[in-house]
Antibody
Framework: EVQLVESGGGLVQPGGSLRLSCAASGFSFSSHWMTWVRQAPGKGLEWVANIKQDGSEKYYVDSVKGRLTISRDNAKNSVYLQIDSLRVEDTAVYYC?????????????WGQGTLVTVSS | QSALTQPASVSGSPGQSITISCTGTSSDVGGYNYVSWYQHHPGKAPKLLIYEVSNRPSGVSNRFSGSKSGNTASLTISGLQAEDEADYYCNSYRTSGTPWVFGGGTKLTVL
């Protein structure tokens, strides 16, 4: 059974940093692209970043470029999201998700999410 | 403003059918068969319903179906059930700007 478990969320002051983690199990982690998606309170889903199987390619939503860094450790079956210079508008539930890539790529499994609250 | 446009809300009675639209451009929905749909009950993990416009993963009810015409993709739910009440999101790959975009989401109310 595919499982994705996020951790690392919490209350952070504006300007601070946070590192989110996602522990994966139940599948061959090193064979899949991974992604982070967030949902601000009362808003819809927003794709944030994704990373190739070996970490050689990374893509970010334009609005967060330079402040977010996605990384992975295939030996630990984990993907991470480093968020720097946190802003109030970064407050959201952050979901870790797996990409399935065949002829196309799409998210097929999601975690339950971890809440990041940016407030003074 | 989301890159893909969905109606904010739709509603239907049990047993009825509803359709949710997802409108983009030729750079995303219209240019590729890379549209997927997700069901999201608040507080839970989103669930994949449809991938590549019209394909259903195993385990997803055949009451859910997807289609596309031009720059607009659609999700149809037939035989509405109370448990279908949730938020629904479309997603597409696109060639300009942010490579993956979601629609703004549609809240389905089962009356």
């Amino acid at each position: 059974e595919v499982q994705l478990v996020e951790s690392g969320g919490g209350l952070v002051q504006p300007g601070g940093s946070l590192r989110l983690s996602c522990a994966a199990s139940g599948f061959s982690f090193s064979s899949h692209w991974m992604t982070w998606v967030r949902q601000a309170p009362g808003k819809g889903l927003e794709w944030v970043a994704n990373i190739k199987q070996d970490g050689s390619e990374k893509y970010y939503v334009d609005s967060v470029k330079g402040r977010l860094t996605i990384s992975r450790d295939n030996a630990k079956n984990s993907v991470y999201l480093q968020i720097d210079s946190l802003r109030v508008e970064d407050t959201a539930v952050y979901y870790c998700a797996r990409y399935y890539c065949g002829s196309n790529c799409y998210i097929d499994y999601w975690g339950q999410g971890t809440l990041v609250t940016v407030s003074s | 403003q989301s890159a893909l446009t969905q109606p904010a809300s739709v509603s239907g009675s049990p047993g009825q059918s509803i359709t949710i639209s997802c409108t983009g451009t030729s750079s995303d929905v219209g240019g590729y068969n890379y549209v997927s749909w997700y069901q999201h009950h608040p507080g839970k993990a989103p669930k994949l319903l449809i991938y590549e416009v019209s394909n259903r993963p195993s385990g997803v009810s055949n009451r859910f179906s997807g289609s596309k015409s031009g720059n607009t993709a659609s999700l149809t739910i037939s035989g509405l059930q109370a448990e279908d009440e949730a938020d629904y999101y479309c997603n597409s790959y696109r060639t300009s700007g942010t490579p993956w975009v979601f629609g703004g989401g549609t809240k389905l109310t089962v009356l």
